[in-house]
């Protein structure tokens, strides 16, 4: 199969015929429809993630049609799915208690494991995949795996927003883009914080109800403000020291952080911990969404109650994902880049 390996960090992809993947016995092989170019993809691409090394293949959100299926699996040969990034093996005390994307025993396509950005990908545990309905594109649902369901995991089990309150969102890409739009189905009342001016306004077209530039102002200080004495709710959506710290500092008395940005390296931050004490926040880490909300986030999806395919803005080939990744390096255009050709 054609796949896109890492082989030098920072430099481009390397576009290669490897061997197709072997179907797993407790799961499926997909022929991927899409798959989305992550910034956690970028932190891999750069070094910065243990589990990618050279000859590793990126791609953590994807879809596709079943080719293959093992003697355990759950699906058959054409089925049409959506895969969660983090597959839960479905028999621990984690997957139990239904908090499985906690589950210790869980494999990552992308990290540690072949990923999507390949014709083929293995994917074992199918039973975490979900059937992709009639009326998404592939492109459209190769974005829930991760960084939608992230996205409404955080709103809803960690932060648990209620209608009214004021959500601050830090960065907006694909996890802010698809929190501003999940906050507003909810109800909220969103501020979204950028240094770009043109996805300020791409966010404010799509129902922020209000904008702050960072490169140019406290970011914190400007929330405070708007939201006439601090957010309820901040979201976390980069994974730096500086928008950690104007999330804190952003929030009003008992605020909610939620972390949500993968922090790259060590992780190790300088964080303004009297924000947290004087004002007694709730500071909460987040990752991925237990397979089994996926049918509910589903249907709100498909009745109409909330759209989310401004958060595709572009469909590339495989080799056009270097591009995206080194672009990643600064600062970045509105919306997410979906590889819809995986032979090119
Ligand atoms: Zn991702
Ligand atoms: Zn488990």
């Known amino acids: 199969m ?9 430099e481009d992809l390397s576009i290669e015929t490897v061997d197709d993947p072997t179907c797993p016995e407790n799961g499926v092989v997909l022929e991927v429809a899409a798959c989305g170019v ?87 545990y199918d039973h ?3 059937y992709l309905p009639e009326s998404m594109s592939p492109a459209l649902a190769a ?26 969102i830090h960065g ?7 929190a501003l739009l999940l906050a507003k189905m909810i109800g909220a009342q969103v501020v979204v914080v950028d240094v770009v001016e043109e996805k300020l306004n791409h966010a404010m077209q799509l129902g922020a109800d209000a904008a702050v530039n960072a490169s140019d102002t406290d970011a914190a200080a400007a929330i405070r403000d708007i939201t006439g004495g601090g957010a309820h709710v901040s979201i976390e959506a980069l994974g730096i020291e500086a928008t950690t710290n104007a999330s804190v500092e952003c929030l009003a008395t008992l605020g909610r952080h939620v972390h949500v940005g993968m922090p790259a390296g060590s992780g190790h931050m300088q964080i303004n911990m009297r924000a947290i004490y004087s004002k007694q926040l709730a500071f909460f880490g987040t990752r991925g969404m237990p397979s089994w909300k996926y049918p509910s986030l589903l249907a709100m ?26 672009a990643m390096n600064g600062p970045t255009p509105p919306g997410t880049a979906v590889i819809t050709d995986l032979r090119n």
């Open 143 to 168: 974005g829930l795996g991760c960084r939608v369901t992230t996205a409404w995991h955080a709103l809803t089990d960690r932060a648990n927003v209620r209608a009214g309150e004021w959500v601050a």
């Open 128 to 130: 975490n995949l979900v």
């Open 38 to 124: 992550c910034r956690s993809d970028y932190h891999g691409w750069t070094g910065g993630h243990p589990k990618v090394i050279n000859g590793s293949i990126l791609g953590h959100e994807y879809c596709g049609t079943v080719i293959e299926s093992g003697p355990r699996a759950k699906y058959k040969v054409g089925d049409k799915l959506i895969a969660p990034f983090i597959l839960a093996c479905g028999d621990c005390p984690a997957c139990h208690t239904g908090v499985s994307n906690t589950c210790e025993n869980s494999i990552v396509p992308g990290f540690g494991a072949p990923g999507a950005y390949a014709e083929f990908v293995a994917v074992p």
């Open 301 to 326: 999806i498909e009745r109409g109650e909330v759209d989310i395919s401004p958060m595709v803005a572009r469909k590339i080939s495989l080799s056009g994902a270097s591009a995206e990744l080194r």
């Open 2 to 10: 054609r796949a896109a390996v890492v082989r030098d960090f920072n």
């Open 172 to 178: 907006t890409g694909g996890i802010g883009l698809s």
